[in-house]
Each structure stands twice: as structure tokens, then as C-alpha cells.
């Protein structure tokens, strides 16, 4: 299987990314971090780490569980319902510069049903998208705003992300079917 | 998960703990500016109430709004039951009409078995007679759980109407199956033959059921059962089984007092226990939104084949 992004390579785009949040944001205030779990999560951490480095300012971190708006359940007639896990934004989103955070940006149906469920938390002034891996084949006209890597894919081929919180090593991959 | 949930053992261990952490997830909902998630749009849920009720049926009607299914409630008084319907013809008529899940409260025991077997739609037992009442012993479980952190090894006693009690039956079963050791204590005109069979203590002496016990669970004296001389008098239960203060330090210090409601104060609980510092009465009633939110979540998805 190849690897597309090793450890170093992973930590060197979030560090670009952070660097581009502050130039385009003119700076972190009013920013905010909304990580989609799982695995956006750590990304929105790590994140909210390197901003503090570079600013000397906290940037108030969350985490999103999407499956309750997914666009996607209930469609089939067997099979138990996916896991539902805590949302957590314990900040106000309004008028806030907010970022989303994913790993791997493929359909856009996922950041669609983030959005739906960022909305109903508030109004904020900007809603911005980061990613690890744009893996392309999009079904939904939409554009991260920041990306680690673009991956050309097949529809075929599975992008793997592991990360050290989760998954135990910070690797990329890509598996053949 | 089955096509329905008409008693405990519908669920297997793993199910009950999903419910349970599926609640925490939604009872965030709950707190949110705007308290509605689309997950159940489309669906038609009609709350078919034989019995009166506040609590179970305010708080199934709210777990479904807030995640925008289409209710609608059944009170039995301004139904066409009055004019003689029986229970399967009422439901083949609501069945005609296509719902996608009934919640169903009925005075008679196995009326939900009844409704499974003559029904697609998938049906939700919320108090059958004096058999089963599953999602409170649910959302009892995710409370002993939030304040316990576990339910496994904890001392439970369980004090009053055993006999007419589907509150009890339902508590027991998932209880013992998580682990924990149950006591029951009533006056014996209120102990079921045969109880301990489901693996619980019985003690006709209070004081013996509630000694170093980590939750205390009264049931209610139900008065509208109640055809026959089971207690002398309501004051006289209060002075041998009712949960006094007195009663109440006898447990370890940090116990937990439940009541499923409607209480009687003053004959199976003193107001100053009901209200007082070790009581989550009404977080029960709060929790009982969540957790019927992850029921009514986690039975819309595909049953299995079974």
C-alpha cells in the first residue's frame, strides 16, 4: 500500500495550514476550531496547538458528530444504525471565524451534513474548510478552503488516515481494492 | 436490535449498553439553542396511550420531536375505543393508516406482544399492566450509571408494590444482567411468588433491604390496582415500609434515591426524602428524554433478520 503523507509530511502541512489560517484570517481572533469526528478531531487539536505557537492565543476548540444528519440513513431496510457520539462545541459559534477540520474531503456529503448541524448552533461569521486529503469525486459543489495534500484517487481505491491519538502512528495511505 | 422493544430481554447486553451510550450523545441535544436533529424526518410515530400518563408520554412526544418525526397521540378517552373497539381491531386501523413505530401503553400485560404479532410497524412497550416497562429501567440504568459510573457490584434495593410493579419487572431484568445485586423488600401481600428466581434478595424487613445499599428504588403504592385488602392502611405502610430519613442513613452515604413517579408522599416516601440532597428524582424524568431518544433512534435503523 502506499504511503501518500508520513509522519514529518503530515506535520509539516498542518504547520503550512496554521501559517495560512493566520495570514488569511489576519490573525486568530474570533477564530475557532470544529473538528468532525473521528478522526478531525485530533486534526482540530493539533491545529489549535501550532495557532497558539505562532499567536500566544488560545483558539476555542470543538468536536461535531455528523451522523444524525447524515444524508444516508435510514435508506436501507437491514443493517443496525451507525454510532452516535458526543458533540461538543462548549463556546458560541456566532460571529465567530469558524473552521472545519476533517481528514479527507472525497463526496462533500459529510461537510454538507456538518454545515446543517453547525448552523443550528448558531450564526458565524465564516465558515472555513480544512483537510488533510482532498482525494477528489466530489458529489456536491463544495471546496475546502485549506488542504494538506491533493490525492488523485480512483473511485476504486481507499484513502487510509491513522493518526497517533486514535490509531497509534501518523500515516497516510492509500489501499487498492 | 429486533423489531421491536416489548421487554428487556429484546435487548442483548451490548444492545442495553448502546441505548446507554447513545443517550449521552443525545441528551447534548437537549442543551443546544435549537433542540431538533432531522434524523427522523419522514417517520410517523403514533403514541397510543390505553392508561393515563404524563410523564412517559411527554416525554416520548418531546424524544421525537427533537428528532422531527411526525407525532401524533392516541388518548384512549376521545377514541372510538370507547365505543367498543378491541385492542387488535383499533391497531389494524391505525396499522392501515402506515405509521412507522407505535408506543404503546396499555393496562393489560402483553398487549404489546398482541400488537407485535398483527403489525408491521415496530412497537414500543411503555408500560404494559404489571408486566414490563422497559424504557424506564433504561433510563433508571443511564442515571445510576452517570452518578455510579458503573451499575455492575452496586447494592440496589428496591422498595414497595413488588407485586403490581412493571417498573420493578423491567429494573430486575436489566439489573441483574448488568451485574448488580438487587434487593426487594415490600409487605409479602406485595412479593410476586417466586421472585427470587430472577436472581434477587428478598427481605421482608426495610432496614435489612436498604443497609449499605448504593441505590434506593421506591415504587409507587398503586392505588388504582389495588382490588383487594394487600395493606392495612396507607399510614401504617408508611410507618413500616416508607423511605424516611431515618431509613435513609442506613444506606451508604452517598446513595441515590429514585422513584419512577408518580409519588405519594408521605405513604411509600417522606417529602423531605423526595426533595432532598440524595435525590435524582427529576433528573430520572430528564434523563428519560435522552434515552428515549436513543431508543426510538436506534429501532428506526434495519432490523435484523430474526
Known amino acids: 500500500m502506499p504511503v501518500v503523507l508520513d509522519a514529518d509530511r503530515i506535520s509539516r502541512s498542518l504547520t503550512r495550514i496554521a501559517h495560512e489560517i493566520v495570514e488569511r484570517n489576519r490573525g486568530v481572533d474570533d477564530l475557532a476550531l470544529v473538528g468532525i469526528r473521528t478522526r478531525g478531531v485530533p486534526l482540530a487539536r493539533r491545529l489549535a496547538h501550532l495557532l497558539r505557537d505562532i499567536s500566544h492565543h488560545d483558539v476555542p476548540t470543538g468536536a461535531l458528530d455528523i451522523t444524525l444528519y447524515r444524508d444516508d440513513l435510514m435508506r436501507t431496510a437491514v443493517g443496525a444504525q451507525p454510532q452516535i457520539r458526543k458533540t461538543e462545541i462548549p463556546f458560541s459559534i456566532d460571529d465567530k471565524r469558524i473552521l472545519l ?53 480512483s473511485l476504486a481505491q481507499s484513502v487510509q488516515v491513522h493518526l497517533t491519538e486514535v490509531d497509534g502512528r501518523d500515516e497516510v495511505e492509500i489501499q487498492e481494492p | 436490535m429486533k423489531k421491536d422493544l416489548l421487554s428487556i430481554d429484546d435487548l442483548t447486553t451490548d444492545e442495553i449498553l448502546l441505548v446507554l451510550d447513545t443517550a449521552e450523545a443525545m441528551r447534548e441535544i437537549g442543551q443546544r439553542p435549537i433542540k431538533k436533529v432531522p434524523t427522523l424526518r419522514g417517520k410517523t410515530i403514533v403514541n397510543l ?21 411526525d407525532t401524533l397521540n392516541i388518548a384512549v378517552a376521545a377514541s372510538s375505543v370507547l365505543k367498543g ?34 403489525c408491521r410497524s415496530r412497537i414500543i412497550n411503555a408500560g404494559d399492566g404489571m408486566h414490563e416497562h422497559p424504557t424506564q429501567a433504561l433510563l433508571d440504568a443511564f442515571t445510576i450509571r452517570e452518578h455510579k459510573k458503573r451499575i455492575e457490584g452496586l447494592k440496589v434495593a428496591i422498595v414497595g408494590d413488588l407485586l403490581h410493579s412493571r417498573v420493578l419487572r423491567s429494573n430486575v431484568l436489566l439489573l441483574t444482567r448488568l451485574g448488580a445485586e438487587v434487593w426487594v423488600s415490600g409487605p409479602p401481600t406485595f412479593v410476586p411468588v417466586g421472585i427470587e428466581r430472577f436472581g434477587v ?6 432496614d ?31 410507618t413500616t415500609f416508607g423511605m424516611t430519613r431515618e431509613r435513609v442513613a442506613r444506606a451508604k452515604p452517598d446513595v441515590i434515591i429514585m422513584h419512577p413517579g408518580p409519588m405519594n408522599r408521605g405513604v411509600e416516601i417522606a417529602s423531605d426524602v423526595a426533595d432532598g440532597p440524595d435525590s435524582v428524582i427529576l433528573e430520572q424524568v430528564a434523563n428519560g428524554v ?5 431508543v426510538l433512534y436506534l429501532l428506526a435503523g434495519g432490523a435484523e433478520a430474526d
Open chain 1, 101 to 153: 477540520v476533517d481528514d479527507v474531503l472525497y463526496t462533500g456529503r459529510t461537510i454538507r451534513a456538518a454545515l446543517d448541524a453547525l448552523i443550528e448552533f448558531g450564526r458565524p461569521k465564516v465558515i472555513q474548510l480544512v483537510v488533510l486529503v482532498d482525494r477528489g469525486h466530489r458529489e456536491l459543489p463544495i471546496k475546502a478552503d485549506y488542504v494538506g495534500k491533493n490525492v488523485p484517487t
Open chain 2, 290 to 294: 435522552a434515552v428515549r431518544m436513543a
Open chain 2, 201 to 206: 434478595r428478598v427481605s421482608p424487613r426495610v
Open chain 2, 208 to 238: 435489612e433491604a436498604v443497609a449499605d445499599a448504593d441505590v434506593i428504588m421506591m415504587l409507587r403504592i398503586q392505588q388504582e390496582r389495588l382490588h383487594g385488602a394487600f395493606i392495612p392502611s396507607l399510614r401504617e405502610y408508611f
Open chain 2, 85 to 118: 373497539e378491541t385492542l387488535a381491531d383499533t391497531a389494524m386501523n391505525i396499522e392501515a393508516m402506515a405509521p412507522d413505530m407505535i408506543v404503546l401503553r396499555h393496562a393489560s400485560s402483553g398487549a404489546g406482544h398482541l400488537l407485535s404479532r398483527i
Open chain 2, 49 to 69: 396511550f390505553y392508561e393515563p400518563s404524563t410523564r412517559t408520554r411527554t416525554s416520548f412526544e418531546i424524544a421525537e420531536k427533537r428528532l422531527s418525526a
